[in-house]
């Protein structure tokens, strides 16, 4: 049974840096989409950062060229570099997976759409202060 675990968050105060990791085990797929997505008290949750397994990513505007996402295949763990940190990052922060994608979907842009991705974490607390 495929399993993503979290880890890395905490508390910072704005401006500063944390990183995320999701380590994941039994999952092995050849062609996937692995990313990160964010859920703050009373909103929906939303896409931030998302890889594809030859390494193409796409991100939120929000958090664009303050985040990178990034994976360590031999680890089999992805990470989420979050610098220049603000209030409104703020979220539980969720690692999510597809299985192996279908033929029509190989080569697209990867989606920051929830409803794509059908593995899920427990997620980790991002709380930042100003």
């Known amino acids: 049974q495929v399993q993503l675990e979290e880890s890395g968050g905490g508390s910072v105060q704005a401006g500063g840096s944390l990183r995320v990791s999701c380590a994941a085990s039994q999952y092995s797929p050849r062609v996937y989409w692995m990313g990160w997505f964010r859920q703050a008290p009373g909103k929906e949750r939303e896409g931030v950062a998302v890889?594809?397994?030859?390494?193409?990513?796409s991100y939120a505007l929000s958090v664009k060229d303050r985040f990178t996402i990034s994976k360590d295949d031999g680890e089999n763990t992805l990470y989420l570099q979050m610098n220049s940190l603000k209030p409104e990052d703020t979220a539980m922060y969720y690692c999510?997976?597809?299985?192996?994608?279908?033929?029509?979907?190989?080569?697209?842009?990867?989606?920051?759409?929830?409803?794509?991705?059908?593995?899920w974490g427990q997620g980790t607390q991002v709380t930042v202060s100003s």
């Open positions: 999510a997976a597809t299985g192996e994608l279908a033929w029509w979907a190989r080569g697209r842009i990867p989606s920051l759409q929830a409803g794509q991705y059908g593995y």
């Open positions: 890889i594809t397994s030859d390494g193409r990513t």
